[in-house]
C-alpha cells in the first residue's frame, strides 16, 4: 500500500511539475530552507517529498524504485542495458553478448542476433533478418527478412519473405518496390503509401499536396502546408495570401505583413489584413491597436498632425515624443527641430548632451542608442565596435559583419578586403594573407591564395576545419589538385588563425569552387 502511494504521489507531482511554480532548474529540488539541491545520483527529475529528494525520472540504466517513502533510482538486472521497470529484471535492451534465457527474463550469455537462448551461447531464435544454424545466427541475404536452408547441404539461406517495400522474386531473391509502394508481389502492388493509391496494379500518386488519399484516389486529408479550397489542397499562400503556414487546412500563423505592407492579425483561424496605421485588428478589419503615430478613433487609426512627432499624444494635435533631431514644445502642440555638435545626441528634454558611447557622431541619448558613427565603426545594438581592417564603413546585416566601404581600393587586390559582387550583402573582411575570403558571420576563410601559396586545411578536435594559405615550397603531406586550385591536407594550421569553418560550409565552398 505504502508504494502505491509513492507512486500515485510520483506520477502527480510528474504530471504538475511543468506547470507549478519550479524555483530551481531541472536535476534541483527546493529545499525548505529555499535552497536548491542536487537531484540523487542517476536521478535526472526530482522534487521534494517532507523535505526529501524524490525522484520522478531515471537516466536509461536505471529504473525508478517506488517501493520507499520517496522514488529512488536502481540498478537494471546485470547485463541488461536499459530497462522499464517495474522490476529490474524487466530488460528492454541487454548488453552485447547477452540475451533472454527461453521462457524467463534471466540474461545470459547468448551469440549475437539471438533473441533467445536455450542456455549459455546456445541459441534457440534469432532475430528478425537472421536464421539459426547450428545454435548461431546467421544473417539473411539482402533485404530479407525471414529465411532458411532448404536442405542441410545447401551452403546458403533461401528467402521466404523480405523486408517491408520489398517483394520476393521467383529466384527467392528480393527486389525493390516501386515508389509509393511498401508491399508488392513480383507483378503487382498490394498495398501502398499514405500518399498512393493502386490502381490497375501500380502505385499511383494521389493530387498535389494530399497527405491521405482513399483507395479511389480522392484526397482524405492535406499536407499541413497546404489547405483545402474548393475540394482541393492548395498552398496556404494561394488560400490566403497572408497565410505563413496552415494545418489540416486551417491558418496557424500568418505573416507580419501583407503584400502592400499592411500589419495582418490572425482571428479565428484567418489572416485579416489590418487597415493603414493599424498594427492589430479584428475579424472584419476593424483596428484594436495603432502604431505610435497614430490615435485609435472607433475602430480606425487618426495619424497625428504634429510634424516631427514620434508617439502621438492623446489627442491628434498633441505629441507625447518627438522623433530624433526634435525638442517637444510645451502643452505638446509642436516638436522643434534642433542641431546637435557631433559627439552629442538629444535627451528627455530635448537639451544636446554628450553620447553616452565613444566613437559616436550622432545619438538617441534617451534610449542610449548610436545613429551615426565614426567612420571606421558600427553600430551593434548599445555598443559601437570597430570596423575589420582595410574597411572604412561596415555594419551587421542578418548577424553578419559586412563592409560597405574600404580604405583605399588597393586593399581590394592586396587580400585585406575582399568584395564580392554575386552577394546581396557586399564584402565580407579577409585575413592579410588570403587572395580572397569566404566568411560566415565573424569567421574567416581563404577561398584563395596569393601567387606562389596554395590553400590548406586541416581538422579541429571538433571536427570542423580551418583553412590557411601556406607557401607552395613547403612539403605538404596530402598535396590535391583539381583544375582551378591546389590544396593542401594534413599541416597544423597556425595560432593566429581564427578562421573555422564548419564541415558543412567547407563541403558548400568545395562544391562552388569545382563548378
Avoid at 112 to 129: D, L, P, T, V
Amino acid at each position: 500500500m505504502k508504494a502505491v502511494v509513492v507512486a500515485i504521489i510520483g506520477i502527480v507531482a510528474l504530471a504538475s511539475f511543468a506547470s507549478a511554480e519550479n524555483l530551481c532548474p531541472d536535476g534541483k529540488w527546493l529545499k525548505s530552507d529555499k535552497t536548491c539541491q542536487d537531484c540523487p545520483k542517476d536521478c535526472n527529475l526530482c522534487n521534494a517529498i517532507n523535505d526529501q529528494a524524490n525522484c520522478l525520472q531515471c537516466q536509461n540504466d536505471k529504473i525508478l524504485d517506488l517501493s520507499g517513502a520517496v522514488g529512488t533510482c536502481v540498478d537494471c538486472a546485470a547485463n541488461c542495458k536499459s530497462c522499464t521497470g517495474p522490476k529490474p529484471e524487466d530488460c528492454v535492451k541487454a548488453n552485447p553478448d547477452f540475451g533472454p534465457k527461453v521462457g524467463t527474463k534471466e540474461l545470459i550469455a547468448c551469440p549475437r542476433n539471438c533473441q533467445y537462448c536455450s542456455a549459455e551461447n546456445k541459441c534457440s531464435n534469432c532475430h528478425y533478418g537472421f536464421f539459426l544454424e547450428k545454435e548461431a545466427c546467421i544473417a539473411c541475404p539482402s533485404n530479407c527478412g525471414e529465411c532458411k536452408k532448404e536442405k542441410e547441404t545447401d551452403t546458403a539461406a533461401t528467402c521466404v519473405k523480405c523486408n517491408s517495400e520489398y517483394a520476393l522474386a521467383a529466384d527467392k531473391t528480393c527486389k525493390k518496390c516501386e515508389d509509393g509502394c511498401i508491399e508488392c508481389t513480383e507483378t503487382a502492388c498490394t498495398k501502398t503509401m499514405a500518399t498512393h493509391f493502386i490502381s490497375n496494379g501500380k502505385a499511383t500518386k494521389g493530387p498535389d499536396g494530399c497527405a491521405i488519399v482513399d483507395d479511389k484516389g480522392a484526397c482524405k486529408k492535406c499536407a499541413d502546408e497546404f489547405g483545402i479550397k474548393e475540394g482541393k489542397c492548395q498552398k496556404c499562400s494561394e488560400i490566403n495570401a497572408n497565410c505563413a503556414s496552415c494545418k489540416e487546412g486551417k491558418c496557424t500563423a500568418c505573416k507580419e505583413t501583407s503584400t502592400s505592407l499592411k500589419a495582418v492579425s490572425f482571428v479565428n483561424g484567418n489572416c485579416v489584413e489590418c487597415p493603414e496605421n493599424c498594427v492589430k485588428c479584428g475579424e472584419n478589419g476593424v483596428c484594436t491597436e495603432c502604431n505610435k503615430k497614430s490615435l485609435l478613433d472607433n475602430g480606425k487609426c487618426v495619424v497625428g498632425t504634429v510634424s516631427g512627432c514620434e508617439e502621438v499624444g492623446k489627442t491628434a494635435d498633441t505629441c507625447a515624443r518627438c522623433g530624433p533631431n526634435f525638442r517637444l514644445g510645451e502643452e505638446g502642440k509642436k516638436c522643434t527641430f534642433i542641431r546637435c555638435p557631433d559627439g552629442q545626441g538629444w535627451d528627455d528634454k530635448g537639451t544636446c548632451v554628450e553620447c553616452p558611447m565613444a566613437n559616436c557622431k550622432k545619438c538617441d541619448a534617451r534610449d542610449k542608442r548610436c545613429i551615426v558613427t565614426v567612420n571606421g565603426y558600427y553600430a551593434d545594438g548599445a555598443d559601437v565596435k570597430p570596423c575589420p581592417k582595410g574597411c572604412a564603413k561596415c555594419e551587421k546585416k542578418n548577424n553578419k559583419l559586412v563592409c560597405t566601404q574600404v580604405a583605399n581600393e588597393n586593399a581590394r587586390t592586396s587580400g585585406i578586403l575582399n568584395i564580392q559582387p554575386k552577394t546581396a550583402e557586399g564584402g565580407y573582411f579577409c585575413d592579410a594573407s588570403c587572395g580572397s575570403c569566404y566568411s560566415i558571420q565573424d569567421s574567416h576563410q581563404c577561398a584563395t591564395c596569393r601567387p606562389g601559396q596554395v590553400i590548406s586545411y586541416s581538422p579541429l578536435d571538433n571536427g570542423d576545419l580551418a583553412m590557411f594559405c601556406i607557401d607552395s615550397n613547403l612539403n605538404c603531406p596530402k598535396p590535391t589538385k583539381t583544375d582551378t586550385q591546389e590544396f593542401c591536407a594534413g599541416l597544423t594550421p597556425p595560432k593566429k588563425y581564427s578562421m573555422i569553418l564548419g564541415i558543412s560550409v567547407f563541403a558548400s565552398f568545395i562544391v562552388a569552387l569545382f563548378a
